[in-house]
């Protein structure tokens, strides 16, 4: 393979790994910082093994990075660039949305 398709490929690993709901919600919570493996998982809703699948996925994508302190492990992001990439993306469906109600009130 050569250097430029091994470099697209690594990028599509990056956003495969950001391609399901719970791990962009995770993503996204992390944005305001560290946070332990039992907070994300109160905030997705999935059982233990579920999350620790999706930090799994997520860290060998290189998103995030893991930290054990005592019995817990942290999370933060470790794309710096992806929180303005979330911020962009969520304006983006911001105004998709809003252009689609807007249809809807016309009707």
């Known amino acids: 393979m050569d250097r430029h398709k091994k470099y697209i490929s690594e990028q599509a690993r990056i956003f495969k790994a950001l391609g399901h709901p719970s791990r962009l919600l995770m993503v996204d919570a992390l944005r305001d910082g560290e946070k332990c493996v039992c907070d994300l998982q109160a905030l997705v809703g999935d059982d233990m093994?579920?999350?620790?699948?999706?930090?799994?996925?997520?860290?060998?994508?290189?998103?995030?990075?893991?930290?054990?302190?005592?019995?817990?492990?942290?999370?933060?992001?470790?794309?710096?660039?992806?929180?303005?990439?979330?911020?962009?993306?969520?304006?983006?469906?911001?105004?998709?949305?809003?252009?689609?109600?807007?249809?809807?009130?016309?009707?």
């Open 49 to 107: 093994s579920t999350v620790s699948k999706h930090l799994s996925v997520l860290r060998e994508a290189g998103v995030v990075a893991s930290e054990k302190r005592g019995t817990n492990i942290y999370y933060r992001l470790a794309i710096c660039c992806l929180e303005t990439f979330l911020k962009c993306t969520g304006e983006l469906v911001e105004k998709r949305v809003l252009a689609q109600m807007d249809m809807l009130r016309k009707q």
